[in-house]
């Protein structure tokens, strides 16, 4: 074969995998964007059943959600525990663990934040805030890694293993709580004693929007870089993708379970100890908010993307913020955008099924 000829094959081919590799990444965008619009329709007929104007409604939604910019604080308010919760989701699934214990890890991790406000008070605020952050995070992580471990060392499903463990961690919380950590001014709401004000993490400068949200940018951004830029990262997406063929070349699938269960529960964990430093100011029922079983939907919508999950949180926690506003105007009732989350869910593990199916996002390899 001529140099020409060999010149011409192998641009033919950086063409083709350019092309594919494009395609991939347009597929992993329009189809989860498909499966949003195809939730956003079912939800409007679904609506429109009880009498109310869809168009009104997606109005109303957006005012709510983007529309002013109280709003856009709101909503990144609201985005911050989301982008923490999802990344629970979001590092395991790298490894094919389908960890859905986000909530519990967010639980528990505000209890730890809690409990070590407590113990270190009178502390400097900067010492307090330091310590609510590692405790809680480290607590979170070995919440989460218990289920990892309970995976690869004893078979026990981890999906299962994790969603109980939320369980535990509410049967916990509700104990410590109305128990051995209760506030004996709490009368009609249960709660522990206030962290105190000096201890809250407070908000960025010129916006009411906390530093939760810097932390979920940062650690979303981390995460990123960890998983597709770093050696580590490459050993877990090889464990992920073959087990066995992992274990054929040496790598230990047991410590990458266990360091990535524990990264996933420590931003979990983190997500409880910012919402306790940030909005409650202690620990009571209002923490179990449902943030974590949220941030699923986050991790699958953002195809486990730590990058992608940022703007599909942002998205998520605009929907939340717009409840209110959908109950005063419209008359819904608050909790109709849960319903709306429900269907966006379902059509998106619906739509997993339509990967590889479109020849325009592989005409690259052909």
């Not at 001529?2 to 995998?17: D, V």
């Not at 329009?30 to 997606?58: D, H, Q, R, W």
């Amino acid at each position: 074969m001529s140099e020409t000829a060999q010149s011409e094959s192998k641009q033919r081919l950086l063409r083709a995998a350019f092309t594919e590799r494009i395609g991939g990444a347009a597929e992993y965008i329009v189809i989860p964007a498909l499966a949003l619009a195809a939730a956003l329709i079912t939800f409007g007929i679904f609506v429109s059943l009880f009498g109310k104007n869809p168009v009104e409604l997606y109005l109303y939604m957006y005012q709510g959600a983007f529309g002013t910019w109280f709003s856009w604080q709101n909503t990144l308010t609201r985005a911050a525990p989301l982008i923490l919760t999802a990344l629970c989701t979001a590092l395991p699934a790298q490894l094919g663990l389908v960890v859905i214990g986000g909530e519990g890890a967010l639980l528990v991790g505000a209890l730890a934040a809690t409990s070590t406000a407590l113990a270190l008070a009178g502390a400097p605020p900067f010492v307090v805030q330091l310590a609510m952050m590692l405790v809680a995070m480290a607590v979170g992580g070995a919440w989460i890694a218990l289920s990892g471990g309970l995976q690869y060392y004893r078979g026990v499903n981890e999906t299962i293993s994790s969603l109980l463990l939320v369980y535990i961690a509410l049967a916990l919380l509700n104990h410590l709580v109305e128990g051995p950590m209760r506030d004996p001014a709490s009368l009609n709401k249960p709660s522990t004693r206030e962290i105190g004000a000096a201890n809250m993490i407070g908000t960025i400068p010129g916006t009411d929007v906390h530093w939760g949200l810097a932390f979920g940018l940062i650690a979303a951004v981390l995460a990123y870089v960890l998983i597709f830029h770093t050696t580590f990262g490459f050993a877990t997406r090889i464990a992920g993708g073959n087990v066995r063929a992992a274990k054929v070349v040496g790598l230990s699938v047991g410590r990458l379970i266990l360091i990535v269960c524990f990264l996933a529960g420590a931003a979990a964990g983190l997500a409880g100890m910012v919402e306790v430093a940030a909005v409650q100011g202690r620990t009571n029922a209002n923490l179990a908010a449902g943030y974590g079983f949220t941030g699923i939907l986050v991790a699958f919508l953002a195809r486990h993307n730590p990058l992608a999950v940022i703007p599909v949180a942002v998205l998520l926690g605009g929907i939340n913020a717009s409840g209110g506003l959908l109950q005063r105007r419209l008359g819904l009732p608050d909790a109709s955008v849960l319903v709306l989350q429900g269907m966006i869910f379902v059509s998106v593990l619906a739509s997993e099924t339509l990967y590889g199916r479109f020849r325009i996002f592989r005409q690259g390899a052909r």
